[in-house]
């Protein structure tokens, strides 16, 4: 072999060396997506038309029940809220926890309420205490700069 053929050879090895890095990613996008996504509440996408009331916590995470009658269920939804909002620890400073009957939305759980008045997530009455405080304090983290 020639020294220019050598060369170009040398030459095509550096190319496919430097080409393989994004194939491989490509790959791995195309035929390995993450597992990301998934979250233990319902995602919601609009924002709530009571963020912007009267009397309500600007700049603030809040954890939003919106129950009419305080009976058994809401009882028990507002001992979750309140360890949610215990468990954050440092984070808690920015959580506030708020009822607000009447407020045209589902009754039989909880919100997370971005501090921008957007509904985040819903928690149903059924959801595990332990999920909730943890994918709270994962969005809380996440998005340290609200709030």
Known sequence: MNQRRLGQVKLALIVLLCLLPVFAAWFSYRWLPPPGGKSYGQLLAAP????????????????????????????????????????????AARLV????????????????????????LFYADSAQPRAVIKEVAAVLKTNNSLG
Do not use: I, T
């Open 48 to 91: 709530l038309a009571l963020a912007g009331q009267e009397g309500w916590p600007q700049g603030r995470w809040v954890l939003l029940s919106a129950s009419v009658h305080c009976d058994a269920p809401c009882r028990a939804r507002a001992f979750v809220m309140q360890q949610v909002h215990l468990a954050q620890g440092e984070a």
């Open 97 to 120: 926890r708020r009822q607000q009957p009447d407020a045209g939305l589902r009754q039989d759980g909880f919100y997370l309420v971005d501090p921008h008045g957007n509904g985040v």
